[in-house]
């Protein structure tokens, strides 16, 4: 639509903090597409230790970045950047967002058509695809009542939808909202200078939902335009700040925000209203078995009471071995995702020293996910005494290893991101035999995993769930490598999968579909511990598998890889389920009992459930009852997750 004159139409404005791959990655989409307008690329870079400058100086000449010297928050960097602008539009975007082809002339078109639109926001979804509710009401006591009570499960559907409630509101009409998230927002000229910058006595969060409310206040509107698609990874530089501590950040700004605006009386009622609606939401949760969903909204509940401890927003000063490391950058990452194995998690740590690659050639990046058995006390302690660049962060709660290994990678500074398990131990080569078979390929690569020497025996024994990877197979983030891009590329790991079981293979069908070949590392050697738990402990972890279904969804063109017979989890399921058969026709007719030989063939000479003959005979029994509990849990996963996988 090229308005007269030479100069940008829009100006694009981005605040950074140690984020340098993903916002060049995400700068970089955003140039290369045809927006249906020009624009100036504006960039504040809050202090980063990184390197971010250099990595956008490098990769996205076009930008015109500013350094600041130290983390100035997000609400002063935008304001910094509102003042370089001159374009009659500002678009104020994220560092981990990227709009679609032609999102910014659809967003310019729709506030043209509109004088008194202040702001549009975009349709955010995330990478992997899915709508990321954006859009809510201004808080009130009449919709904080209506969640005290569980009204979002009875009131009329068109008053929940006019509030823009989340399950009510689909994001698919332009319309006029209270105020938007702030991920992706194209602000007019004429209204900035008419209603101010950004609220800079909050550091970070709530400053998109002040203005907009203040901009209300002065008549202008907030426009909603679902044609403009933004791709938001969602938390990226905030995971790498605070942690799972931003909840508490959040909280306090906004109880502050609303004792400005409500007054202190009604912002206590508002809040009531809150941790009652919270605390009802976690009572269903855990009636109804969902302890991830119980353990979140027991969070929210503690954030609405304002018992969690917002952090400190200064920046922090880093060691000058840290600052020197950081100046260079680490050549890999290596994530980890822990619960309740300190002792382990400090083995695998001794094992990293033991690195061929330099200590100043890699990170360790673990995420503490809810452990009560101090775990935090090792990591902080072995903070002090690696010899390697160690950060520790986690959650108050257990929120599933899909969240804590995104929250890792996520703050990841390397290229390439290296998975291990806190119950393995990496060969010294590990990290440099990866790094070599990663090269400059578009790869993702396995290494070789096998139980330690001194486990062997346990290996043979009945039930006992030893783990070998001598292909690229599965994708076991016991011992797999990415490179980061296309984990930003890919979204992450499905946080659907609140249990450690396919999660990993779905991360690895995602990145495939974006052309990424596998590539096998025999000598990136990892050792797994071996799982001695005997049949009650084979049968206890059975449930983590329910979310295998979901690895399928999407991906038919990996059921012949990934499965058997293509409906089948495992080869043992169709004759268990024919030998089950069988025992309960026998009842009537003995003869019926010959269904049972397909399945003894399979467990005791090419599937065996233990080493010694004696042994696979004796766990008989037990193994058919667990090949049939496994295919109820894969039923209950099926249904749950609509694919069909037995």
């Known amino acids: 639509m090229p308005p007269a004159g030479d100069g940008p139409l829009v100006d694009v404005g981005v605040v950074t903090w140690n984020t340098a791959e993903l916002t060049a990655e995400a700068l970089r989409r955003l140039l290369d597409s045809d927006q249906g307008c020009r624009l100036r690329l504006l960039v504040h870079d809050n202090a980063s230790s990184d390197g971010t400058p250099g990595v956008l100086a490098r990769r996205v000449p076009e930008a015109e970045v500013e350094v600041s010297g130290e983390n100035l928050g997000f609400a002063k960097a935008v304001n910094r950047l509102l003042r370089r602008s001159t374009a009659p539009w500002f678009l104020l975007l994220n560092s981990d967002a990227w709009p679609e082809p032609g999102a910014l002339g659809a967003m310019v078109a729709a506030a043209r058509r509109r004088p008194r639109v202040a702001a549009v926001a975009p349709l955010l979804l995330r990478p992997d695809g899915t709508v990321e509710h954006s859009t809510h009401p201004l808080p009130s006591l009449a919709v904080a009542a209506a969640d005290a009570v569980g009204g979002r499960r009875w009131m009329p559907w068109r008053w929940l939808e ?30 900035v200078e008419a209603v101010g910058g950004l609220d800079e006595t909050f550091f970070m969060y709530v400053e998109d939902l002040e203005w907009c409310w203040r901009a209300g206040d002065e008549g202008w509107e907030t426009w909603f335009e679902p044609s403009a698609v933004v791709r938001h990874v969602g938390n990226a530089s905030g995971a790498r700040r605070f942690g799972e501590d931003r909840l508490g950040l959040e909280s306090a700004n906004l109880r502050r925000l609303l004792r400005r605006r409500l007054g202190r009386t009604r912002a206590a009622c508002y809040f009531g209203l809150q941790a009652a609606g919270c605390g009802g939401r976690a009572l269903t949760a855990r009636l109804g078995g969902d302890a991830a969903g119980s353990a979140r909204w027991r969070l929210a509940t503690k954030a609405a009471l304002g018992l969690l401890r917002a952090p400190a927003t200064a920046a922090p000063a880093p060691t000058t071995a840290v600052a020197a490391e950081a100046s260079s950058g680490p050549e890999v990452s290596v994530v980890v995702a822990s619960r309740d194995r300190a002792a382990l998690l400090e083995r695998l740590l001794g094992a990293l020293e033991k690195q061929t690659l330099g200590t100043g050639r890699f990170e360790v990046v673990v995420v503490d996910d809810g452990s009560a058995d101090g775990t935090g006390q090792v990591l902080e302690r072995m903070q002090g005494e690696a010899s390697f660049h160690l950060r520790a962060m986690g959650h108050h709660v257990s929120l599933g290893p899909a969240v804590a290994r995104n929250l890792g990678w996520r703050t990841a500074r390397a290229p390439f991101v290296a998975f291990t398990d806190d119950d393995c131990v990496p060969d010294p080569a590990w990290l440099e035999a990866g790094l070599l078979a990663m090269g400059a390929d578009p790869v993702v690569v396995v290494g070789r995993t096998g139980p330690p020497e001194e486990q062997r025996e346990l290996a043979g024994r009945a039930f ?39 999660e990993d293979t779905r991360l690895a069908m995602a990145v495939r579909a974006l052309g990424v070949a596998p590539r096998f590392a025999p000598a990136a050697l990892v050792h797994h511990d071996v799982r001695d738990g005997g049949f009650l402990g084979a049968l206890r972890e059975a449930p983590r598998w329910q979310d295998v279904p979901i690895v399928l969804r999407g991906h038919p063109e990996a059921r012949p890889e990934l499965l058997h017979r293509w409906l089948f989890w495992k080869p043992t399921h169709p004759p268990a389920l024919l030998a089950a058969a069988g025992l309960a026709g026998a009842l009537r007719h003995p003869l019926a009992l010959v269904l049972v030989l397909p399945w003894l063939r399979l467990r005791l000479h090419h599937r065996p459930l233990a080493a010694g003959h004696r042994a696979r005979v004796v766990a008989l029994p037990g193994g058919l009852v667990l090949d049939l509990v496994e295919v109820g849990v894969m039923v209950r996963g099926s249904l749950r997750h609509r694919t069909v996988v037995l």
């Open 162 to 191: 006019d509030r823009c409630l989340e399950g009510a509101w689909r994001h698919d009409r332009p319309r006029v909202v209270d105020w938007a998230v702030g991920a992706a927002l194209l602000l007019r000229r004429d209204a």
């Open 464 to 502: 006992a769930r030893c783990l070998r990877v001598d292909e690229p197979r599965f994708f076991e983030t016991c011992n797999v490598f990415y490179r980061r891009q296309d984990l930003v590329a890919a979204g992450g790991f499905d946080e659907r999968c609140r249990r450690p079981g396919g």
